[in-house]
């Protein structure tokens, strides 16, 4: 799937608050309504009456053997209507502390909680982890440090993180609940390099995650080292483009969301990589259409914006994002 959903385009043009509100627009609604990067989180975002309320749990803190030395803090949504009888779907978004804060952009527990009761998305546990901090008195008293191994966890290449959340995290969190092993059930996402650490865990493990959502996403050279003291160099997200052309398609559903105002710096331009990213994928459906070749191809679509280096349209557009990764999903 190439074209946004005619929902998000409205988004785009008119802000999430009426396209979430309803499928057309008021007479009054115009372009000119809104200023740039001005993207209000719409009623799914919002409280809603007669909707059961989930509960948030944690946070919690917890010190992982594979990333060696760091302690990190996770929450976990469960919603109203989960009885542990079956597996639930799972959703995982990094940078906790934005995902769960009911005054941000995100909102993640409160969309899943609507969403969830209008049957629209299946019943989902959410997993909301903070990076890792490094340092021998934190967490001790639970206050949040800014996380100090952010960039070496979500801007690397490499396997670390992808194997804690596999190999450590889910399994702490399936201790309590039952979660689906289901790929097709498992989303993971993220904002910033929130976003390239999502895309990395499906990259390399789509038999746990098939589903990605990013957002104003880092696929710039962040993570990139330069070749010192007889070590090759590292390579950083610039390369996915490169990798996704070069490499057989993987069974991923991924939402790509960003906004022209993005960031330019030394490191790359955030809105040009974005579309990078987009262009590679597609590219890769085409070569492979071409081909004829047999097997999966790549579930992409997108929303490019007017926004900054915001959570601001995302936000606002997440509840339409959720409901076209799982829109094919058992309720």
């Known amino acids: 799937m190439t074209n946004p959903h005619p929902r998000l385009i409205l988004a785009l043009l008119l802000g999430a608050s009426a396209m979430i509100a309803a499928e057309t627009p008021p ?133 670390a993180y992808t194997r804690f959340l596999v ?41 746990q995650f098939r589903n990605v959502i990013s957002m104003i996403g880092s696929y710039t050279s962040i993570g990139y080292r330069p070749a010192r003291d007889g070590q090759p160099a590292v390579s950083g997200g610039e390369m996915y483009p490169t990798l996704i052309r070069k490499n057989p398609i993987k069974p991923l559903r991924i939402f790509l969301q960003d906004g022209s105002g993005d960031l330019s710096n030394e490191h790359g331009n955030w809105f040009l990589a974005n579309q990078q990213m987009f262009s590679a994928l597609t590219y890769a459906n085409e070569a492979a259409d071409k081909r004829k070749d047999a097997g999966a191809r790549y579930d992409v679509d997108h929303v490019w914006g007017d926004g900054a280096h915001s959570d601001a349209q995302g936000g606002a557009i997440l509840p339409d994002i959720l409901r076209w990764i799982w829109r094919d999903a058992a309720k």
């Open 27 to 159: 007479a009054s609604a115009t372009t000119a309504a809104r200023k740039p990067g001005d993207y209000p989180p719409g009623p799914d975002s919002q409280p809603q009456a007669g909707v059961p309320a989930g509960k948030l749990e944690g946070p919690f803190a917890f010190r992982s053997a594979i990333l060696a030395g760091t302690v990190r803090q996770y929450w976990v949504f469960v919603p109203a209507q989960y009885t542990g009888e079956k597996p639930a779907a799972v959703l995982v978004f990094q940078d906790g502390q934005r995902a769960t804060n009911p005054k941000g952009q995100l909102r993640l527990p409160q969309v899943l909680e609507n969403l969830i009761h209008k049957k629209e998305i299946p019943v989902t546990i959410g997993i909301f982890i903070t990076p890792g901090n490094r340092g021998e008195n934190y967490p001790d008293d639970l206050a949040m440090k800014t996380p100090n191994n952010r960039a070496q966890e979500y801007d690397a290449l490499s396997d």
């Open 167 to 207: 190999e450590e995290m889910l399994p702490e969190v399936g201790k309590k609940y039952r979660l689906s092993d289901d790929p097709a059930l498992r989303a993971i996402g993220g904002t910033s390099s929130g976003a390239i650490c999502a895309f990395t865990v499906a990259w390399q493990r789509p038999d």
